[in-house]
């Protein structure tokens, strides 16, 4: 059982099988989009209940992308950079538990901020109200090409205020639900300069994923052509059952030959 950070919800959340392999591979280049689809496939409320999907907060899309990888792939991760340092370009691998990630990016009450309803909230002193941006408007302003004016004013009442005002809303909304978008940094094991790269999870899960995913093609040839099993079985297995169906399927016809 997870419970969603800003949406205080439980899920329990699912291995993909083969088919959400073939829809993520089929997908094209990893979105908000994608991943939505992917998640709601896999991810259930622990009541029962439905999860109203374009209403989270993309903090909680965040951490079910990282928890998923968690159980496919391991908790940690890292990101490999190039050092800058003159005469140097030694390559830096940038590692972290995703644990500690996620504890580190947990959201927290803002200081000076009441909340107007379940949505809505109001900064102290300000005539100015707000609420965190949600998947639904980051589908919406997907294709504007000022996407920041167009969050501010879907999340914003009024969505023109003072730059003061600004920072505020924002420095509030962080708080409510962090983004788990950052710069990750160290320092080069061979020089000692810093070294930094800016870590998506969405991007970098989506397109592990999607490497992991890649060998379904050849599983379901290699177990389809011993068995005769359809399509549709194939894709139903849990992902390590196919691949080891596969791996059997494919000593099987090695052998025969």
Do not use: K
């Amino acid at each position: 059982m997870l419970s969603l950070p800003v949406a205080g919800v439980a899920v329990q959340l699912q291995l993909p099988r083969g088919a959400d392999d073939i829809a993520l591979l089929e997908a094209g280049t990893p979105s908000v989009e994608v991943a939505v689809t992917l998640l709601a496939n896999i991810v259930r409320r622990y009541d029962g209940l439905p999860l109203d999907w374009p209403t989270l907060a993309m903090t909680d899309i965040d951490v079910l992308l990282l928890s998923l990888r968690q159980q496919v792939i391991g908790d940690r991760l890292s990101a490999e950079v190039v050092c800058q340092a003159d005469a140097c370009g030694e390559r830096v691998d940038i590692v972290l538990s995703i644990a500690d990630y996620v504890e580190h990016h947990r959201p927290r009450p803002p200081a000076r901020v009441a909340a107007v309803d379940q949505t809505w909230f109001r900064l102290d002193g300000l005539d100015v109200e707000f609420r965190v941006p949600s998947v639904a408007d980051q589908l919406a302003i997907a294709s504007e090409e000022r996407s920041e004016q167009a969050l501010a004013r879907r999340c914003m009442r009024p969505p023109e205020t003072s730059s003061r005002a600004r920072r505020r809303v924002e420095t509030a909304m962080e708080a409510l639900a962090p983004s788990l978008a950052s710069e990750l940094t160290g320092s080069c094991p061979e020089c000692g300069a810093a070294v930094s790269a800016w870590f998506d999870p969405l991007q970098y899960v989506l397109r592990e994923l999607r490497e992991q995913a890649e060998f379904v093609y050849d599983d379901v040839c290699a177990i389809a052509r011993l068995t005769h099993w359809s399509e549709t079985d194939i894709l139903a297995l849990p992902a390590a059952r196919r691949a080891r169906y596969a791996e059997l399927a494919q000593s099987a016809m090695a052998y025969a030959r």
